[in-house]
């Protein structure tokens, strides 16, 4: 497991990357989890599910019993709207813990199937003891990150989706960091790849959603994680993985 300071010395070293050759092998990836991915993507829509009926089940039963309630001559009724935008936030407060807990088992799991490791597919993972409470914790920084970002307009905010997407693949490599170390190393490797990476999520993102429609739409359900596989292909290539076999080793000359 790596350590804070050789998480960052492993950063501050991390090599140029090619953008065509993590775009080509996030594709040759995508094939092995795409399935992972939509059950990834549904599972998030499961665990949401309880927070949009909170959020829209009071409002839409007041509307259909008194329609006039949700409007005081012609103008939104605050004493209503208030109570849903407070609901709103705490739906978008657990929605990134949600995301977290999951994206961090996908990356997790895009290991395995690349490295054709003989383990189960847990998605749960991070939901579990001992990952629970760092989850909701590094879930909240986040969320906290993006509330400050959006605060200080638009600029603060295209710079910092890079860094908080990439906390999610350091958090899925390194749960024991604290979530301070996990945000300073999201940050510290956001700021060196930052370019590659926010032209990797465009692309990947735009042809995900394209690709997605071209089935009929719902096949975005099926296409959508392709979108998080160059963060992992990033990390990968930047930092590396610690835990190789002694076979391994021997064979790329390390010593064990």
């Known amino acids: 497991m790596n350590t804070i300071e050789t998480l960052l010395e492993k950063i501050e070293k991390a090599k140029d990357l090619d953008f065509g050759t993590i775009f080509s092998d996030s594709i040759e990836l995508f094939k092995k ?18 927070f949009y009926l909170l959020m829209y089940v009071p409002l839409l039963g007041m509307g259909m019993m008194d329609p006039e309630a949700l409007n005081n001559g012609g103008e939104p009724n605050w004493a209503i709207m208030l109570p849903f935008y407070g609901l709103m936030f705490v739906f978008s407060f657990f929605a990134m813990i949600i995301g977290v807990g999951f994206k961090a088992a996908f990356f997790r799991i895009c290991k395995q199937k690349e490295f054709n490791e ?22 909240a920084a986040t969320f906290l990150i993006t509330i400050v ?38 940050f510290k490797l956001g700021n060196k790849k930052w370019l590659i990476t926010f ?17 009929c739409f719902i096949g975005v359900l099926a296409t959508s994680a392709f979108s ?12 590396g993985f610690d835990d190789k076999s002694e076979i391994e080793q021997i064979g790329s000359g390390e010593e064990v």
């Open 199 to 215: 032209g990797l999520m465009l692309v990947a993102g735009f042809l995900a959603g394209a690709v997605g429609m071209l089935m």
């Open 228 to 239: 998080y596989i160059p963060l992992y292909m990033i990390y990968k290539e930047s930092i």
């Open 33 to 50: 989890v795409w399935v992972q991915g939509l059950v990834i993507l549904l599972l998030s829509m499961l665990f949401m599910l309880p």
């Open 149 to 186: 970002a959006y605060l200080l307009c638009v600029l603060p905010v295209i710079y910092a989706v890079v860094p908080i997407s990439i906390i999610n693949v350091i958090y899925a490599f390194n749960p024991d960091l604290s979530v301070s170390e996990i945000v300073k190393a999201g």
């Open 118 to 139: 003989a383990v189960g597919d847990d998605y749960l993972y991070f939901f579990k003891k001992p990952y629970l409470g760092k989850t909701v914790k590094v879930g």
